[in-house]
């Protein structure tokens, strides 16, 4: 049997998983929760005796006695074009570019391997694909522009070549897993996902995309925040949730009752049994830091890949990683960088030969109208009981 294996211990550590596909966002997929901890079996036959299941093939039966996500296997060139973000990708007047590395399908994996892990603790739950990608431009009407990015805002330079990384840090350790050709027993190991409160300080897109996808897995997500841009992304990324208003003691109280919360600045300083820290910052920039820059050929000059794209891989990762900690148990402080989610989707390259007709950015329906910013303090507040205690009356009163 070969597979994936943890080099340093993890939240899921005695979980057992297979992948079975040969396409590049399944074996990320593997490779990834491997890297937290689990042991990933890539074997034709790795499926029987396993927790959980990615399969991309259509080789186990229907009447399988597990967890299976069953999804289609496909390339890397299928995965950009279908993603939306190589139509982002070029400039006005040109063709749409392919992107150095696997950036769709690291997005791809990154969300297969969270609906696996959600299911396997009891939320039946379909996560978006790789068009999270451009969902902002698709309701934005962003398009292609190089050298500018998408959104006008960052103007790529020079291209310089990338050096492929892993995303995800915890306690202090880069998390990584190495390929073995014989697996280790491990017993059986039976996850259920609590109820979970999520407490999102964060102000960027991976930060709210990861907020997003916690919800979609059933988590409580309750954002601080004081102000917020109303529209139609906002509403995509926050209906579902609550949004408070709070800072000084209340707000410390409310992070002492947070199972998860996510930030992006900043030590932990709560007592959240899992605290992940996302980068900030600009998508473009820190892509372009990483080497994740396209480069069109004809007029010599480069292409920003996609919309701002190092964030939602960031965000999807930081979701996963989140969800991986919440299942496992124990205390973690995760860090996850906009460059090294960049340079995560360098490891590997679009197969040889024209990619497929590229389709046009688009974004799924809100889901409802995300809170006012500040809406639901005073109930949040009653609820959670996070007012300052009342102080007795004095002696003799």
């Given amino acids: 049997m070969t597979g994936w294996v943890a080099e340093v211990a993890g939240p899921l550590c005695g979980l057992r998983v297979a992948v079975c596909g040969t396409g ?6 593997g490779r990834l929760l491997a890297s937290l901890g689990a042991v990933t079996d890539c074997g034709d036959q790795g499926w029987r005796e396993v927790d959980g299941i990615i399969d991309a093939t259509g080789s186990v039966p229907s009447i399988v ?3 299976v996500v069953r999804t289609v296997d496909t390339t890397a060139a299928e995965d950009w074009a279908s993603s939306g973000a190589m139509l982002l990708t070029g400039r006005a007047d040109g063709p749409p570019l392919r992107c150095p590395g696997r950036p769709a399908s690291v997005a791809w994996g990154a969300l297969l391997a969270t609906e696996l892990l959600a299911r396997l603790g009891g939320r039946d739950v379909l996560l978006p694909g790789p068009r999270v990608l ?3 431009a698709a309701i934005a009407g962003f398009s292609r522009r190089a050298p500018v990015s998408a959104d006008g805002t960052f103007v790529a330079p020079s291209v310089k070549p990338g050096k492929p990384g892993w995303p995800i840090v915890l306690n202090g350790h880069e998390r990584r897993a190495s390929r073995v050709d014989h697996l280790p027993a491990v017993p059986p190991r039976r996850l259920r996902l609590a109820p979970t409160l999520v407490v999102d300080l964060s102000t960027g897109w991976a930060g709210a995309l990861c907020g997003h996808l916690l919800t979609l897995v059933g988590a409580r997500v309750i954002r601080v925040e004081s102000s917020a841009e109303p529209g139609e ?3 995509l990324l926050h209906a579902g949730q609550e949004s408070v208003a709070l800072r000084g003691e209340q707000l410390t109280r409310l992070l002492a009752r947070a199972d998860v919360v996510l930030d992006d600045s900043g030590r932990p300083r709560g007592e959240a049994a899992c605290w992940v820290r996302i980068g900030q910052g600009s998508g473009d920039a820190a892509a372009a830091e990483a080497g994740l820059v396209a480069f069109d050929a004809e007029a ?3 292409a920003p890949c996609g919309d701002a794209i190092a964030e939602p891989l960031a965000g999807v990762h930081a979701a996963l990683t989140a969800l991986a900690c919440r299942l496992g148990g124990g205390r973690w402080f995760a ?3 906009l460059r090294a989610a960049a340079a995560a989707a360098l490891d590997g390259a679009l197969e040889p030969g024209p990619c497929p007709a590229p389709a046009p950015p688009v974004a799924r329906r809100p889901a409802g109208r995300a809170p006012a910013p500040g809406a639901d303090t005073a109930r949040v507040a009653r609820e ?5 205690p009342t102080a007795p009356p004095p002696a003799g009163a």
């Fill in 233 to 235: 992304f906002r509403d």
């Fill in 24 to 29: 590049p966002a399944v074996r990320y997929a």
């Fill in 300 to 302: 010599g000059v480069p």
């Fill in 134 to 136: 451009a969902e902002r």
């Fill in 384 to 388: 959670l009981g996070l007012a300052a």
């Fill in 335 to 337: 860090e996850l960088s």
């Fill in 65 to 67: 006695d597990g967890v």
